[in-house]
C-alpha cells in the first residue's frame, strides 16, 4: 500500500506490470484500489482489475500482459490460457503469419528470457547513475543518466531497479522545474535491439520516463515542457537529457 501510494513509483510498478508479469491488470487494479484516493478510486480501481482497464492508458487499447513493443502479446502463459483481448482465432493467425507458434518464441526470445521466473533486465545489481553536478549541467544544457534497469524488450523498469529510478526521477524532476524551460529525452538503447525494436520500443521508454518526472514535479514543473527525441541503440545505453534554447 505504501507503494500504491507513491505517485511515480506506483506509474512505474503499474507500467511493468502490465507489461511483463501475466494477470499485471490486476496488480495494476489493486493498485488503484489503494491509492488512497477515496472511495471513488478503490471502486475505480477493483473495476480496473476486474476488467483489464487498469491498463490502458488514456483510454486507449489494454496493454497485454506481455507485451512486446508495438502491442505484439508475449505466449508464456499456462497451457489454455489467451492474452487479454486476443480471441483463439487471432492468436493462431498472429502466430502463422510469424511462421508459426516455434518463429513467434524466436521473435520474442528476448522477452520470453523472464516468462517464468524473474524477467530478462539490462542492467542487474546496478544503482542508476547521475552526473554528481547534474543541476549545473542541465542550467548549462544537458546531463546524462546511466544504469537504468529496464526490463529486457519491455517499456518498464524491473522491480529491483524501481527505488533507484524513483530517487534519480526525483531529483531530475526537482533541478529541472528549478532550471525551468524545455527538455528533450534523448535515448540510447542496448545494441542488442535491432532497428525495428528500437522504433517501437524507444518511444515507449520514454513515455515512461516522461510520466515519471511529471508526476515527481507535480505542481512545481507546471512551467517545465518534456518533449521524445532521439531513440538509438549504442553501446552505451543511456538517457541525456537535454535543455532545449
Given at each position: ?92 493467425a498472429m502466430q502463422a503469419s ?129 518533449e521524445s527525441g532521439k ?15
Amino acid at each position: 500500500k505504501s507503494v500504491a501510494k507513491n505517485k511515480v513509483v506506483r506509474t512505474v510498478v503499474k507500467v511493468a506490470a502490465c507489461t511483463v508479469v501475466p494477470g499485471g491488470q490486476l496488480i495494476a487494479g489493486a493498485m488503484d484500489a489503494t491509492s488512497g484516493e477515496g472511495v471513488a478510486g478503490a471502486a475505480q480501481g477493483v473495476a480496473g482489475a476486474a476488467t483489464g482497464s487498469a491498463c490502458m492508458p488514456g483510454g486507449g487499447p489494454a496493454v497485454m500482459p506481455g507485451a512486446m513493443p508495438g502491442g505484439m502479446a508475449a505466449t508464456g502463459m499456462p497451457a489454455g490460457a489467451m492474452p487479454m483481448g486476443l480471441t483463439p482465432e487471432q492468436l493462431a493467425a498472429m502466430q502463422a503469419s510469424m511462421g508459426g507458434a516455434a518463429g513467434m518464441a524466436q521473435m520474442m526470445g528476448p522477452q520470453m528470457a523472464g516468462v517464468g521466473g524473474a524477467p530478462t533486465t539490462e542492467a542487474p545489481g546496478l544503482t542508476v547513475e547521475l552526473s554528481g553536478d547534474y543541476a549545473e549541467e542541465l542550467a548549462k544544457g544537458k546531463t546524462i543518466v546511466r544504469n537504468i534497469d529496464w526490463v529486457a524488450a519491455a517499456p518498464g523498469v524491473s522491480a529491483a531497479g524501481t527505488p533507484a529510478f524513483t530517487r534519480a526521477v526525483g531529483q531530475l524532476g526537482a533541478a529541472m522545474a528549478q532550471v525551468g524551460g524545455s527538455f528533450r529525452l534523448d535515448l540510447y538503447l542496448d545494441n542488442r535491439y535491432d532497428d525495428a525494436s528500437v522504433k517501437a520500443l524507444g518511444p515507449q521508454r520514454q513515455a515512461t520516463i516522461s510520466t515519471a518526472l511529471v508526476e515527481t514535479m507535480g505542481a512545481a514543473g507546471s512551467a517545465v515542457v518534456i518533449e521524445s527525441g532521439k531513440a538509438k541503440k549504442d553501446k552505451h545505453p543511456r538517457l541525456e537529457i537535454v535543455r532545449r534554447k
